[in-house]
């Protein structure tokens, strides 16, 4: 069973910095992709960044490029997304998810077969 768990979000400040952090218990992918999403109130879900774990390849949302950055941390066995510059229209349901790559077909934007619960990310003074 593949679980995908997302940190905690949190309340920031407009301007401000929040770093999450996803851990996929993949133990049996040999290379697997995993991607941030997110869902603003009363909106769609959309894409906001991918990693490629074994290759590193990573995507964005061309928007957000700048703001933010996925990574991994082999260490810690998670991908992170920093999010610098925060502002409130950044305020949404941030999910990861997760899913194996077979040889080069890596799809960054998906489909994605694991997703985590989400993890509440408010920008607000």
């Known amino acids: 069973q593949v679980q995908v768990l997302e940190s905690e979000g949190g309340l920031v400040q407009p301007g401000g910095s929040l770093r999450l952090s996803c851990v996929v218990s993949?133990?049996?992918?040999?290379?697997?992709?995993v991607g941030w999403f997110r869902q603003a109130p009363g909106r769609e879900r959309i894409f906001v960044a991918s990693?490629?774990?074994?290759?590193?390849?990573?995507a964005y949302e061309p928007a957000l490029k700048g703001r933010f950055t996925i990574s991994k941390n082999s260490a810690k066995n998670t991908v992170d997304l920093q999010m610098n510059n925060l502002k409130p229209e950044d305020t949404a349901v941030y999910y990861c998810?997760?899913?194996?790559?077979?040889?080069?077909?890596?799809?960054?934007?998906?489909?994605?077969?694991?997703w985590g619960q989400g993890t509440q990310v408010t920008i607000s003074s």
């Open positions: 998810a997760a899913s194996e790559i077979y040889g080069d077909g890596w799809s960054p934007f998906g489909p994605y077969d694991y």
């Open positions: 990693l490629n774990w074994s290759g590193g390849n990573t």
């Open positions: 993949a133990h049996t992918f040999g290379n697997y992709a």
